[in-house]
């Protein structure tokens, strides 16, 4: 994938969603992005006249956020869709409608208590989508140019890879791979050392071939690359890392010697709880 073909930006129409959509407009205004759906939903179980009013409102306001594109230097066709229905399964379904190959949610509310972002509609979102999901945390400050790739091999972490390096061609990408130190015997340290050896040669080739695969695609020069494989608990590694990137990039279950779980890896689950920075995310 060397462009956005469809976003969908799904917005409750709050300050968060206001972060989403200047996102949204940056990836339009630089051609990255061919084509634009507005998504809001209104809620079920409102009465009928408060429901119609909600839904005539959202569509004047999002109409309206469309008209002024032009002004800004976006060309992009763009859309709206009002529906009424549960938010989560809504979005889903709507991505799927319009064969989204990427949504822009704004970041739900931060609280200090841990595992906030689980039960959200972005967490959701995220969880059970067809497609990689952008979390828009920040206001954005012009292009993405410094990108932190969490990369374990897995599905999901090449789906997002290849949408990061759709959104943001000509960033700085920087890959981390960390791992726990292994456990093992003095007799099978030898052979438990050659084996994380073998792993790192194979996903630095699959970080090579997928960056080779979208730059011939789209026919743009090559992105600033590094690799680090790092052996030490991947909790600390990555938070060590998150004030360096303006975009984290990771799959949500993680794989091999990283911990998963039937929900979002522990891992995503930390960075999404934690970080402030926007991050692109995708199921396997």
């Known amino acids: 994938m060397h462009k956005i073909k469809h976003l969908l930006l799904a917005t409750d129409l709050t300050d968060r969603s206001e972060r989403a959509w200047q996102r949204a407009i940056e990836l339009c205004r630089d051609g990255r992005t061919q084509r634009l759906s507005l998504l809001h939903v209104v809620a079920v179980g409102l009465p009928p006249t408060l429901?119609?009013?909600?839904?005539?409102?959202?569509?004047?306001?999002?109409?309206?956020?469309?008209?002024?594109?032009?002004?800004?230097?976006?060309?992009?066709?763009?859309?709206?869709?009002?529906?009424?229905?549960?938010?989560?399964?809504?979005?889903?379904?709507?991505?799927?409608?319009?064969?989204?190959?990427?949504?822009l949610v704004g970041a739900p509310g931060k609280t200090p208590y841990a595992q906030t972002f689980v039960g959200t509609t972005a967490e959701r979102v995220i969880r059970f989508g067809e497609c990689p999901v952008l979390l828009v945390n920040q206001p954005p400050r012009g292009r993405y140019a410094k990108v932190l790739v969490a990369f374990d091999g897995s599905d999901g972490a090449m789906r997002s890879l290849a949408a990061a390096l759709a959104i943001a061609p000509d960033a700085e990408f920087r890959f981390v791979h960390a791992w726990w130190p292994p456990r093992a015997s003095f007799g099978e340290s030898e052979d438990t050392r050659r084996s994380i050896e073998e792993d790192n040669d194979r996903l630095k080739a699959m970080i090579s071939a997928t960056v080779q695969d979208v730059v011939a695609a789209s026919q743009t020069a090559p992105p600033r690359i590094a690799i680090d494989l790092v052996e030490n608990n991947p909790y600390v590694v990555m938070s060590n890392e998150l004030r360096w990137p303006d975009l984290i990039v990771m799959g949500t279950h993680s794989k091999g010697r990283l911990a998963s779980t039937r929900s979002i890896g522990q891992l995503a689950l930390h960075l999404l709880n934690e970080s402030t920075r926007d991050i692109l995310l995708s199921r396997p």
């Open 51 to 103: 429901s119609e009013q909600q839904l005539t409102g959202a569509q004047a306001f999002l109409a309206d956020k469309i008209a002024q594109l032009p002004s800004m230097g976006v060309a992009t066709p763009a859309s709206t869709i009002v529906r009424t229905g549960h938010p989560f399964s809504t979005i889903i379904g709507e991505g799927i409608a319009v064969k989204a190959d990427l949504i």
